[in-house]
T-cell receptor, first 110, second 117 residues
């Protein structure tokens, strides 16, 4: 079993709709969870981090963490073409090591 | 500095040559990480520094790869006798470490694009 699983996509969402990105992880000892956005040819940039179960909202972005089910998700409301990118989830494992998913390609169609 | 910087931004080399990649982390960040990303792939962890020491070198793909960090700041990643499969973007990131020893959010540099001919 991979340490972190993400659907590689591409996920195509119409402009203005909600984009939902999901990530599952295997290490129950994981504490901190991150979502990074990576535009083509650019380096990853942090969008959200979440430590506690539940939802965390920041503008159009909401991160959701469910430690019992071992998944973390990212919702993007009112999707814009500029949201088209690859989204990487990451977490700090119980071994104090950051693990990145391979990313989900999101495409927002006008 | 304001962010993580890396140099060179692009490097083209011939197979068998050695290359040296440099990373300058955010001032005050004690943790520094090197990753490799091949085209269309995810991030591959290479090595992690806490200060000048490297408690985790588990990701280095072969003994041709080495890294050092001096003065708790700048780090260099050296690839000896480069091979074509070494072609990738090499990303550096840095972070603070909390009082409890937790690594905090990583901030990435722009990367070095390495092409081995």
């Amino acid at each position: 079993q991979k340490e972190v699983e993400q659907n590689s996509g591409p996920l195509s969402v119409p402009e203005g709709a909600i984009a939902s990105l999901n990530c599952t992880y295997s290490d129950r000892g994981s504490q901190s969870f991150f979502w990074y956005r990576q535009y083509s040819g650019k380096s990853p940039e942090l969008i959200m981090f979440i430590y506690s179960n539940g939802d965390k909202e920041d503008g159009r972005f909401t991160a959701q963490l469910n430690k019992a089910s071992q998944y973390v998700s990212l919702l993007i409301r009112d999707s814009q073409p500029s949201d088209s990118a690859t989204y990487l989830c990451a977490f700090y494992s119980s071994a104090s090591k950051i693990i990145f998913g391979s990313g989900t390609r999101l495409s927002i169609r006008p | 500095g304001a962010g993580v910087s890396q140099s060179p931004s692009n490097k083209v080399t011939e197979k068998g040559k050695d290359v040296e990649l440099r990373c300058d982390p955010i001032s005050g960040h004690t943790a520094l990480y090197w990753y490799r990303q091949s085209l269309g792939q995810g991030l591959e962890f290479l090595i992690y520094f806490q200060g000048n020491s490297a408690p985790d070198k588990s990701g280095l793909p072969s003994d041709r790869f080495s890294a050092e960090r001096t003065g708790g700041s700048v780090s260099t990643l050296t690839i000896q006798r480069t091979q074509q499969e070494d072609s990738a973007v090499y990303l550096c990131a840095s972070s603070l470490v909390s009082a409890g020893g937790y690594q905090e959010t990583q901030y990435f540099g722009p990367g070095t694009r390495l092409l081995v001919l």
